[in-house]
């Protein structure tokens, strides 16, 4: 059974920085893209990030190039989302995902396992 759990987050002023994790277990984690999608209350979930098996090619939302990094280490089968230089719009509860569709990475309906969640709130 697959299980992804999130940490990092927390409040950071704005121009600050945060670095999440997510370690997966279940499924081998490097056949998978992995993705980074966040959520405000009434709002849809969104596409943040993802990065594929290997960790050469990465995806990013317009709203955060530049500022975030995702990557990935096979090894320990956890995923990172690097996030500086942050906003006050990037407050949101932010979730990793597996991948199940490579073609749909900035789609949540690409993906089948999810982890609960971790807030990141950003002070202005």
């Known amino acids: 059974q697959d299980q992804l759990v999130e940490s990092g987050g927390g409040l950071v002023q704005a121009g600050g920085s945060l670095r999440l994790s997510c370690a997966a277990s279940g499924r081998p984690f490097s056949a998978y893209t992995m993705g980074w999608f966040r959520q405000v209350p009434g709002a849809e979930r969104e596409f943040v990030a993802a990065?594929?098996?290997?960790?050469?090619?990465?995806y990013y939302a317009d709203s955060v190039k530049g500022r975030f990094t995702i990557s990935r280490d096979n090894v320990k089968n956890t995923v990172y989302l690097q996030m500086n230089s942050l906003k006050a719009e990037d407050t949101a509860v932010y979730y990793c995902a597996r991948n199940s569709r490579p073609r749909s990475y900035d789609s949540r309906w690409g993906y089948d396992s999810w982890g609960q969640g971790t807030q990141v709130t950003v002070s202005s």
């Open positions: 990065v594929n098996w290997n960790g050469d090619t990465t």
